[in-house]
């Protein structure tokens, strides 16, 4: 099991809201995971991806990002095809999944009321985010959704406070060179935007054929 502890707190309570949400839902759940999700994956990666926040009866029950949760067989089947995982699906925290030169984590690592972080929870838990960019020393990093595009770019311009962040606008499958590193975007692999078709498998694994061209 990959599990690193260096951007890690299982006993972080900054959010009070997220906390004493947590707090109910173990109530609720003995059996999740119910604290924050470590990031999965290798200490060092060329690829990082960043989601929004854990699922309830996802990633927040098993403790492994996107595993369990209704989108994980797009990204882990997806990370699989391109290499970057051992296999298509990941089940449970105790499986034998591996990710492969690349590293999943959340913008926000405790489980959010209705799946929405607030503008300050995402800027608490950049600490997390922005020490794992700097461990992790990624070349490329893919943004699942906006709200991660928008908390990676700030961890960024806390590195180098001459980015101006209106140059990197979120749209799907943009390239954005920032800093040194590669950032691409994709829509978030939720259920709502793969039922509307907003985002189609097809246009995920694009996503990805793009990070093949740089990794
Ligand atoms: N599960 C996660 O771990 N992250 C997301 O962004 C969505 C579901």
Redesign the pocket.
Do not use: I
């Given at each position: 099991m990959q599990l690193d502890c260096s951007a890690y707190d299982p006993n972080c309570r900054d959010c009070s809201r997220l906390a004493e949400f947590l707090d109910q839902v173990r109530h609720q759940y003995p059996a999740y995971f119910c604290k924050p999700?470590p990031p999965f994956g290798p200490e060092r990666a060329t690829l990082l991806v960043v989601?929004?926040?854990?699922?309830m009866h996802?990633?927040n029950a098993s403790g492994r990002?996107?595993t369990g949760?209704w989108?994980s067989d797009l990204l882990y089947g997806t990370l699989y095809t391109y290499g970057f995982a051992k296999n298509p699906r990941s089940l449970s925290r105790d499986d034998d999944q591996a990710l492969i030169d690349c590293r999943l984590t959340?913008a926000v690592k405790c489980l959010p009321p209705q799946n929405k972080p607030t503008p300050a929870e995402i800027k608490t838990c950049s600490k997390y985010l922005a020490q794992e960019i700097n461990s992790i020393q990624p070349k490329v990093i893919v943004c699942?959704?906006a709200v991660a595009h928008d908390a990676v770019l700030s961890c960024l311009v806390g590195i180098d406070r001459s980015i101006k962040r209106s140059a990197y606008r979120f749209s799907h499958a943009a390239v954005h060179d920032v800093a040194g590193i590669r950032l691409i975007d994709s829509y978030?692999p939720?259920r709502y935007n793969t039922n509307t078709g907003r985002l189609t498998p097809e246009m995920f694994s694009a996503v990805f054929a793009l990070v093949r061209r740089y990794v």
């Open positions: 999700v989601g929004l926040a854990p699922g996802g990633a990002p996107f949760d989108c959340n699942l959704g978030h939720s």
